[in-house]
């Protein structure tokens, strides 16, 4: 839902807040790579199997929050950069319709996106954080689907207020 005053001003204050993230997720990275070298080692010269084995995991789940927050500086550049096309864009009335359509389009991709992550659960070891993941990306996907309806019903109920104008 957009405040009162508009997007603007709700992207500017995203974009002051992207800024902080993406400097402070530089450390977390850095702090996480450390993190995976260290346990990696441990697990490497530990000789108790299930020491040696919940030593691994938590390399592991490093390895990956390291790369999940190099990830997200990347991004978090691509959505500042689409944040500002979006500020420097003055959309059209008249666009409404092929909106509504190319959204109509999109929400089959949301589902199909969902049973792909649904498809990888099995596949990852529970309790890790590629498997929590997962299951993120999984609970993404049926939210974006949702969005997706309320759009396209939001859009359908403006085009007809406007049609109903006209006449």
């Known amino acids: 839902m ?9 992207i500017e204050r995203l974009l002051a807040s992207l800024e902080k993230i993406k400097q402070q997720l530089e450390d977390i990275a850095l702090d996480e790579m450390s993190e995976a070298r260290a346990y ?14 919940n030593l691994f995991l ?3 789940d490093s390895i990956v929050h390291q790369e999940i927050a ?8 691509e ?8 500020l420097s864009h003055r959309p ?28 990888l659960l099995h596949l990852a070891e529970p309790g890790t954080t590629l ?9 993404e ?10 759009t396209v019903k939001r859009l359908r109920s403006v085009l007809q207020e406007r049609e109903g104008g006209e006449s």
């Open 2 to 10: 957009v405040d009162e005053q508009g997007i603007e001003p709700r």
């Open 40 to 53: 990696s080692n441990m697990a490497r010269v530990c000789y108790e199997d299930n020491a040696r084995w």
């Open 58 to 60: 938590i390399a592991m």
């Open 70 to 77: 190099w990830a997200l500086i990347r991004a978090i550049n």
């Open 79 to 86: 959505i500042q950069v689409m944040a500002k096309e979006l």
């Open 92 to 119: 059209r009335r008249e666009d409404m319709g092929q909106v509504v359509d190319l959204v109509e389009i999109h929400k089959s991709i949301e589902d199909l996106a969902k049973s792909s992550y649904e498809g």
């Open 131 to 139: 498997r929590k993941l997962l299951e993120l990306l999984v609970e």
């Open 141 to 150: 996907e049926k939210k974006h689907e949702q969005l997706a309806v309320a």
